[in-house]
Every structure is written in C-alpha cells, then in structure tokens.
Nanobody, 123 residues
Framework: QEQLVESGGGSVQAGGSLRLSCAAAAHTYSRNYMGWFRQVLGKEREAVAAVDTQSGRSYYSNAVRGRFTISQDNPKSTVYLQMDSLKPEDTAMYYC????????????????WGQGTQVTVSS
C-alpha cells in the first residue's frame, strides 16, 4: 500500500554499523533513482547517498563517502544503506526517497519519501 517502507534504524555506539532498508513498489523502484537523506530537528535536510536503479551507479555526500554504501536488490525492489564507522554526527532521522524528477540525484526533487527511521549514535 505504501510507496516506500523503511526499516533498520536504531541505536549504536560510535564505530558501529547499521543497515537501513527501503522497500518500494516495483514500478516506483524501476523509475530512475532512489536516495537516502537525513535530517536533524532544527536543521536542513542533507543528502546522504543515491543510486541509479538502472545502471547501479552510486552517489555519495562528502560527509559519508568511504563509510556508507548504497546498494540494491532489484528482484526485491529494495535499496539498502550500509552504514559503517558510525559517528555521533551521523545521528539523524533517515529518509528514503524515490523517483527523481529533476536535477542532481543528491538534490531534493524526488516524488516519494518514506516515513523516516531514526539512527542514534552514541559516543
């Protein structure tokens, strides 16, 4: 029923790992791009990673490059965000996005957004 269903958030100590999952309707998943964004209360939304669902090409923000990995499972219409070497500054609500309408894959112009899953990293 829902366009995007997210899971995998939780609490972890600094240096630990989490894997977020975003399951999409097949048609939605196959459109073009899917992405991950994060936001802290009182601050602007920040792009994390995105993937071209057709080619598999990935994009990362400078803040997470080398630590996070976006991947996909096409038969399951699911995109993942593997988060390693987590830092306290990674603490945020993480949102899955689908169907890029214009601009950069790390830009804000997606048609669909998930409900968000909280990631908390303690020191």
């Amino acid at each position: 029923q829902e366009q995007l269903v997210e899971s995998g958030g939780g609490s972890v100590q600094a240096g630990g790992s989490l894997r977020l999952s975003c399951a999409a309707a097949a048609h939605t998943y196959s459109r073009n791009y899917m992405g991950w964004f994060r936001q802290v209360l009182g601050k602007e939304r920040e792009a994390v990673a995105a993937v071209d669902t057709q080619s598999g090409r990935s994009y990362y923000s400078n803040a997470v490059r080398g630590r996070f990995t976006i991947s996909q499972d096409n038969p399951k219409s699911t995109v993942y965000l593997q988060m390693d070497s987590l830092k306290p500054e990674d603490t945020a609500m993480y949102y899955c996005a689908a169907v890029l309408t214009s601009g950069s894959p790390l830009g804000p112009n997606y048609d669909y957004w998930g409900q968000g899953t909280q990631v908390t990293v303690s020191s």
